[in-house]
């Protein structure tokens, strides 16, 4: 039965380091090496993620904050809705005088 090079070299060194506790022991450390160095690289290209979304969202609250509504926005608002609920008043009691002055007119002229 014929096996690949590779296949053929790894389970020597397997074979090998059963025989020899340090050999084993120089494996797993390898093994060991090999998954930390997965596991690191994965760890890069999350942190790259994260920068990126980062930078989408502090670009999201500048857009946010650009759009808030300042103080003198809110004074200027509330003087407006002053002035118009005044103006309002000042109509309905001009409403009301005349309602009363055409009442008392139809009272006092019309029989």
Known sequence: MGC?????????????????????DMLFRHAEYR????????LEQDVTDLKKDMEELKIAVNVIRSNYATKADLEELRT???KALHAQTWRL??????????????ARNVH
């Open 4 to 24: 690949s090079v590779e296949l053929c070299t790894c389970r020597r060194k397997i074979m090998a380091a059963l025989q020899d506790p340090a050999q084993l």
């Open 35 to 42: 998954s930390m160095l997965n596991r690191i690289a994965k």
């Open 80 to 82: 407006e809705l002053q």
């Open 93 to 106: 009691i001009g409403f009301a005088s005349l309602l009363v002055a055409v009442v008392y007119y139809i």
